[in-house]
Nanobody, 124 residues
Framework: QVQLVESGGGLVQAGGSLRLSCAASGRTFSSYAMGWFRQAPGKEREFVAAISWSGGRSYYAESVKGRFTISRDNAKNTVYLQMNSLKPEDTAVYFC?????????????????WGQGTQVTVSS
């Protein structure tokens, strides 16, 4: 059974940083792309960042480009999201997801396993 467990969320002031982690188990982690998505209250889930199976390619939503960095450690079966220069509009529940293929994608339909999410709250 595939499990994804996020951690690292919390409350931070605007301009601060957080690092999210997502530990995966139950499948060959290094064979699949990984992604981060978020959902703010009253809004639909949206793409944040994705990384290919090897870590060689990554993609970002325009709203986080230059502030967030996705990375992965295949030896630890873990994907990370480093979030800098946080803004109140980054407040959301952040989910990690495991892709159906090795290649990163912004389409949530291309991911077949999801974590339960971790809350990130950015105060102004």
């Amino acid at each position: 059974q595939v499990q994804l467990v996020e951690s690292g969320g919390g409350l931070v002031q605007a301009g601060g940083s957080l690092r999210l982690s997502c530990a995966a188990s139950g499948r060959t982690f290094s064979s699949y792309a990984m992604g981060w998505f978020r959902q703010a209250p009253g809004k639909e889930r949206e793409f944040v960042a994705a990384i290919s199976w090897s870590g060689g390619r990554s993609y970002y939503a325009e709203s986080v480009k230059g502030r967030f960095t996705i990375s992965r450690d295949n030896a630890k079966n873990t994907v990370y999201l480093q979030m800098n220069s946080l803004k109140p509009e980054d407040t959301a529940v952040y989910f990690c997801a495991s892709g159906r293929t090795p290649y990163s994608d912004s389409d949530a339909g291309k991911y077949d396993y999801w974590g339960q999410g971790t809350q990130v709250t950015v105060s102004s």
